[in-house]
């Protein structure tokens, strides 16, 4: 069974850092593009991130280029959200998903941004 | 970037209906294109992929077809546990860009 399990959400304040991380099972992730989706309370589904199987190839949403960085560690089947310069307009769950057509998702994970 | 217009935004319906919602797209994206189906305090589920294939496990009164650059997400009896908000998704280019969504309620 694919299963996305997503952690390390948290209340954090503005300007801070936090990393987010998405652990996998049921499937290689070593075999996939990964991607971070992102939900804003009450509003709508926002693509934030992919990663391609290796991590040389990357793409971001403009509003977290040069603050958030997505990585994994393929060993660890692990995909990992660095997030850094928060903003409260970051405050959403974050989930991971599979590929960058988002076959499966994890749960997701609260980020707080607030003072 | 792809604009996704979908719509209606929201939509009240009866159990036992048949209804439809519709993205377009704001260009070309072949059959790059998911519908998926969220519920309140859970995780986005796809129901249909490339415009028109049934995601493994969903029932059959949903499916997905595509004319041009608009698709269509149909349902073709609504059951109660189809009460939810639903996305289309173009996974054609980077940035992916999702529809506004539509809520559907219970009439």
């Known amino acids: 069974e694919v299963q996305l399990v997503e952690f390390g959400g948290g209340l954090v304040q503005p300007g801070g850092s936090l990393r987010v991380s998405c652990v996998v099972s049921?499937?290689?992730?070593?075999?996939?593009?990964m991607s971070w989706v992102r939900q804003a309370p009450g509003k709508g589904l926002e693509w934030v991130a992919s990663?391609?199987?290796?991590?040389?190839?990357?793409y971001y949403v403009d509003s977290v280029k040069g603050r958030f960085t997505i990585s994994r560690d393929n060993a660890k089947s692990s995909l990992y959200l660095q997030m850094d310069s928060l903003r409260a307009e970051d405050t959403a769950v974050y989930y991971c998903?599979?590929?960058?057509?988002?076959?499966?998702w994890g749960q997701g994970t609260l980020v707080i941004v607030s003072s | 970037d792809i604009q996704m217009t979908q719509s209606p935004s929201s939509l009240s319906a009866s159990v036992g209906d048949r209804v439809t919602i519709t993205c377009r797209a704001s260009?070309?994206?072949?059959?790059?294109l998911g519908w998926y189906q969220q519920k309140p305090g859970k995780a986005p589920k796809r129901l249909i992929y490339?415009?028109?294939s049934l995601q493994s496990g969903v029932p059959s009164r949903f499916s997905g077809s595509r004319s041009g650059t608009e698709f269509t997400l149909t349902i073709s009896s609504l059951q109660p546990e189809d009460f939810a908000t639903y996305y289309c998704?173009?996974?054609?280019?980077?940035?992916?860009?999702f529809g506004q969504g539509t809520k559907l309620e219970i009439k």
């Open positions: 998903a599979r590929q960058t057509n988002f076959d499966y």
């Open positions: 049921g499937f290689s992730i070593s075999s996939y593009w």
């Open positions: 990663i391609e199987q290796n991590g040389g190839e990357k």
């Open positions: 260009q070309g994206i072949r059959n790059d």
């Open positions: 490339a415009a028109s």
């Open positions: 998704l173009q996974h054609n280019n980077f940035p992916r860009t």
